[in-house]
């Protein structure tokens, strides 16, 4: 059982439109992360949120963790064809806990 | 530095056969974390070392899985009598192991097809 879901599981996109992808759970967590995987290649860290309520910006990247800390999002502005790749959240339940749960990945396709 | 490398990338092997993956961390990383990645799904936590300690193996699937550390450098997983659902990627990753570290430097990758 994945602790954290993704939506959408898919998600094609124009250059230069937005896009928002979620991560939900019913658990709390200590923190979040977000990765990008390109295929071929293991996850790349992007950012780790860790305070209910933040967000944080990444270039046209902007994350946010719910005031609750149970759920996050990853907003792109104007997306580009490099932003394509697969979009994983991964969390922490307690903050000395050395295991993340990953979710099962959002793949993003942005068309030039 | 060079980052984390994993070997080989691809690997074909029909049912039955054992395989041993191997992963090189960063240098000077005590942790190190194997996950396996099937089609359409998360990566799921297979076991867990972190310097000197008792490795957590707690997602290990079966007994046919099985990974080996020495010491605070090269790790292998081994999978013994493959079966067709252990076919996926293999992921290998390291932290420093310093408190305030969260960051996991992924590996590429071993893709596992079992025929």
């Known amino acids: 059982t994945q602790l954290l879901k993704q939506s959408p599981q898919f998600l094609s996109i124009q250059e230069g439109e937005n896009l928002t992808v979620y991560c939900n759970s019913s658990?709390?967590?200590?923190?979040l992360q977000w990765y990008r995987q390109e295929p071929g290649e293991g996850p790349v860290l992007l950012v780790t949120v860790v305070t209910g309520g933040e967000v944080k910006k990444l270039k046209r990247l902007t994350f946010q963790f719910g005031d609750a800390r149970k759920d996050s999002s990853l907003h792109i502005t104007a997306a580009q064809p490099g932003d394509t790749g697969l979009y994983l959240c991964?969390?922490?339940?307690?903050?000395?806990?050395?295991?993340?749960?990953f979710g099962a990945g959002t793949t993003v396709t942005v068309r030039a | 530095g060079a980052g984390v490398s994993q070997s080989p990338s691809n690997k074909v092997t029909e049912k039955g056969k054992d395989v041993e993956l191997r992963c090189d961390p960063i240098s000077g990383h005590t942790a190190l974390y194997w996950y396996r990645q099937r089609l359409g799904q998360g990566l799921e936590f297979l076991i867990y070392?972190?310097?000197?300690?008792?490795?957590?193996k707690s997602g290990l699937p079966s007994d046919r899985f099985s990974a080996e550390r020495t010491g605070e450098s090269v790790s292998t997983l081994t999978i013994q009598r493959t079966q067709q659902e252990d076919s996926a990627v293999y992921l290998c990753a390291s932290i420093s192991g310093l408190p305030w570290e969260e960051t996991q430097y992924f590996g590429p990758g071993t893709r596992l097809l079992v025929l």
């Open positions: 070392f972190q310097g000197n300690s008792a490795p957590d």
């Open positions: 991964a969390g922490k339940l307690g903050s000395n806990d050395y295991k993340l749960s």
């Open positions: 658990s709390v967590f200590s923190s």
